[in-house]
């Protein structure tokens, strides 16, 4: 056990939340230090000690040839192609109608609540992010992964933040075919700006602009969420803290010659409180488990991808669903994604909001205490924050 659950139903206890946030409000990086952080040596000693594979190069060497630790000895999908599964009929939610209400508000309300309480997830359209700068966010990725391998390695981190792939717990677990660019975005004093690429030169901005957009996004999903179980607007954005706390995740997956076998992220499910996705525009890989059985999720371009994280799952006391999800590889195409999550405060505690708790409907989850530690372990060893939460 990752922990050991202290007392009633009213005792916080300590969850690992995480290696993807382990920082505290007050520990900033100031400028001078920034300033001072050489991405020579950084990318130098990335080069000397980084175990990070190159998977565009392991991918010539052929299907047969793969390190076993890449392999899921079962396979993913029963040893069948993972891009025969079915669509799922995800909702989609018009996120104008919370901005501008209208009569038909009430209506995209009760959509969105039956979206999260039976899938858990949905694609939002109208959300306030141009087209033009989704495109943006993803030409200035694909340009960094264009760069140089030395270039790319002044980013580099065994940490939370830079350029790399993310740690094993054990060295008997199977590694994820995917690297990821992974920084914190709001607030803007909790930026490590040694981590943000220097190139393409425009990187900064861009995704300056787009977090911002998402900033405010959160705040219209969430509100919209509590209005839809009937309570006060600002519920859940009170026990989380403000700020919004966000980070950007860049995923890059190449293509592997075994798709069958090989995963670019493990089933899991977000250890947040919600998170936004966007998806590659032209190749698929996201699939989410729904009553036993994997589905491909389609991509609609302008549109983002909402999963409730397993934070949103206890303080809505069950209502809405933290879906498992994982993303498959292509053997022909790379694919890019851009996951933004939002967290907690560091310390706030996290338990079902009053009115969803009651005779009828007792409360399901204990509280939990944010602390920022290790999530990574979760997701990793395949078990659930939310289901150690139980009671």
Known sequence: MLYT?????????????????PWKLHNRTSSSQVASHSRAAAATAAAANSSMDSLTELAAVGGENLPAKYIHPNGINGGKDPFLLPFIDIPVIDVGHFTNPSTDTGKELEKLRAALSSYGCL??????????LLDKVRTVFKQFLALPTEQ???????????????????????????HRLRLITCPEEMRQMKYWPENPKNFKEVLHEYS???????????????????LDESVFLRMIGEPVIMSARFNFYP?????????????????????????DKEVEGLQVLKDGQWFRVPVI??????????HLEIM?????????????????????????????HDGNEIEPVEGLVSEERPRLFRKVKYNGRIHLRYYQSGRRMVDDARI
């Open 5 to 21: 659950l202290i007392g009633n139903s009213s005792t916080p206890f300590a969850i690992c939340q995480c290696a993807w946030f």
């Open 123 to 132: 694609l939002i359209i109208n959300h306030g992010v141009e087209s033009l």
């Open 152 to 178: 790319k390695l002044e980013c580099w981190t065994e940490g939370f933040q830079g350029y790399g792939s993310d740690p094993l717990v054990t060295d008997v677990m199977v590694h994820d075919w995917s």
């Open 212 to 230: 911002t957009k998402l900033q405010v996004l959160h705040d219209v999903m969430l509100k919209a969420m509590a209005k839809s179980l009937k």
């Open 255 to 279: 293509p592997c010659p075994r798709p069958d076998q090989v995963l670019g992220l493990k089933p899991h499910s977000d250890g947040t409180v919600i998170t936004f996705l966007l998806q």
């Open 301 to 310: 371009p302008d549109a983002l991808v909402l999963n409730a994280g397993e």
């Open 316 to 344: 809505s006391n069950g209502e809405f669903k933290s879906p498992i999800h994982r993303a498959v590889v292509n053997s022909e195409r790379k694919r890019i994604s851009l996951a933004a999550p939002s967290i907690p």
